[in-house]
């Protein structure tokens, strides 16, 4: 529509996707619409996309946040931006596709967690995705988690939001809004909601990727027996969570936890900070660890 082409720039509305990208199968199906491997006809090249029917004006608003934010975005660790398209009220958002799908994922399908270099690796990767996120883009992600976490075929970790929580937010001004899967939210991020003066901001996000490490680590996040409406209560009321066998985890492991999960937004450490942690500095090699998962999720699947 004439609207649609002035406002946005990111947005192709005069031609049809279908004519470029043809569909291989569906890879997901969210509350915001479904999500298909898709294969450009011209380079052959395997693509994710997010196909959000009747789309109105104002969803389109929305879901231009998130076109600018991924647009701009131009780092190894965040998920590249190929096109996007309002065609027939018909939104596609179309990205780079992850063959080893997200980390939760594949911890399921192993049913097992991962081990000290694997962690090392994921979540330094993931620090650099959030360093340039804050500093570059002054993005929250304020849903981080393995589940936001993806694979390329070749071990790469490429960061991603498919509850579409991140949104912009400069650097003095605060976010107030309340946003996030449960079980990884900050204690802050939880008290915004009762008390309206709070506020959080980056740090939450450094909150939530401690938590991810001991999801890592123990394939589930800490309170995850209890009921989500249960757990921002708990996550406030209780000391920061821990490792439940820290004995089987180095001391620099143990030390990164204790530096990301303080209650106290202020003394959390940033993500700058963090990647010269001794946890992750440590940490000089490749993405091996990784690919050797990935090759036992793809055994896994041959053998059954
Ligand atoms: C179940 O098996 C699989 C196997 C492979 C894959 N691979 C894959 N590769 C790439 N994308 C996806 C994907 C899956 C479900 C939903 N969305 C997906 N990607 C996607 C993500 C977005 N948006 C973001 O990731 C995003 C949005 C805002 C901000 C950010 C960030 F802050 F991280 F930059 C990231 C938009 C459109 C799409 C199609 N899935 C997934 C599941």
Same mark, same amino acid.
């Given at each position: 529509?004439?609207?649609?082409?002035?406002?946005?720039?990111?947005?192709?509305?005069?031609?049809?996707?279908?004519?470029?990208?043809?569909?291989?199968?569906? /890879? =997901?199906?969210?509350?915001? =619409?479904?999500? !298909?491997k898709v294969r450009n006809k011209q380079s052959g090249i395997l693509a994710a996309a997010?196909?959000?029917?009747?789309?109105?004006?104002?969803?389109?608003?929305? !879901?231009?946040? *998130?076109?600018?934010?991924?647009? *701009?975005?131009?780092?190894?660790? /965040? &998920? @590249? $931006?190929?096109?996007?398209?309002?065609?027939?009220?018909?939104?596609?958002?179309?990205?780079?596709?992850?063959?080893?799908?997200?980390?939760?994922?594949?911890?399921?399908d192993l049913d097992k967690p991962l081990n000290e270099p694997q962690i090392q690796y994921?979540?330094?990767?993931?620090?650099e995705a959030l360093c340039y996120l804050h500093e570059n883009c002054f993005v929250i992600?304020?849903?981080? @988690?393995?589940?936001?976490?993806? #694979?390329?075929?070749?071990?790469?970790?490429?960061?991603?939001?498919?509850?579409?929580?991140?949104?912009?937010?400069?650097?003095?001004?605060?976010? !107030?809004? $309340?946003?996030?899967?449960?079980?990884?939210?900050?204690?802050?991020?939880?008290?915004?909601?009762?008390?309206? *003066? +709070?506020?959080?901001? !980056?740090?939450?996000?450094?909150?939530?990727?401690?938590?991810?490490?001991?999801?890592?680590?123990?394939?589930?996040?800490?309170?995850?027996?209890?009921?989500?409406?249960?757990? +921002?209560?708990?996550?406030?009321?209780?000391?920061?969570? @821990?490792?439940?066998?820290?004995?089987?985890?180095? @001391?620099? $492991?143990?030390?990164?936890?204790?530096?990301?999960?303080?209650?106290?937004?202020?003394?959390?450490?940033?993500?700058?900070?963090?990647?010269?942690?001794?946890?992750?500095?440590?940490?000089?090699?490749?993405?091996?660890?990784?690919?050797? &998962? #990935?090759? *036992?999720?793809?055994?896994?699947?041959?053998?059954?």
């Amino acid at each position: 529509s004439q609207s649609a082409k002035k406002k946005h720039s990111n947005l192709v509305t005069d031609k049809d996707p279908t004519l470029t990208w043809e569909i291989v199968n569906e /890879i =997901g199906d969210g509350a915001f =619409g479904k999500v !298909y491997k898709v294969r450009n006809k011209q380079s052959g090249i395997l693509a994710a996309a997010k196909i959000v029917e009747k789309c109105t004006e104002e969803e389109l608003d929305d !879901y231009m946040i *998130e076109i600018d934010i991924l647009s *701009e975005c131009n780092h190894k660790n /965040i &998920l @590249k $931006f190929y096109e996007a398209y309002f065609f027939d009220t018909k939104l596609w958002i179309i990205i780079e596709f992850c063959s080893g799908g997200a980390v939760d994922n594949i911890m399921f399908d192993l049913d097992k967690p991962l081990n000290e270099p694997q962690i090392q690796y994921i979540i330094r990767e993931t620090l650099e995705a959030l360093c340039y996120l804050h500093e570059n883009c002054f993005v929250i992600h304020r849903d981080m @988690k393995a589940g936001n976490i993806l #694979l390329a075929e070749n071990g790469q970790v490429k960061l991603a939001d498919f509850g579409v929580s991140a949104k912009n937010s400069s650097l003095i001004q605060r976010r !107030y809004s $309340f946003i996030g899967t449960p079980y990884w939210m900050s204690p802050e991020i939880i008290a915004c909601e009762t008390d309206k *003066e +709070m506020s959080y901001d !980056y740090k939450t996000d450094i909150w939530s990727l401690g938590v991810t490490c001991i999801e890592l680590a123990e394939k589930e996040p800490p309170h995850n027996e209890l009921n989500p409406n249960r757990v +921002m209560m708990k996550i406030r009321k209780s000391d920061s969570p @821990k490792l439940k066998h820290p004995n089987q985890w180095s @001391k620099n $492991f143990q030390d990164f936890l204790t530096k990301c999960l303080n209650k106290n937004p202020d003394e959390r450490l940033t993500a700058r900070d963090l990647l010269k942690h001794p946890f992750i500095a440590s940490y000089t090699g490749d993405e091996k660890p990784v690919k050797l &998962l #990935l090759g *036992e999720k793809n055994a896994d699947i041959n053998v059954v």
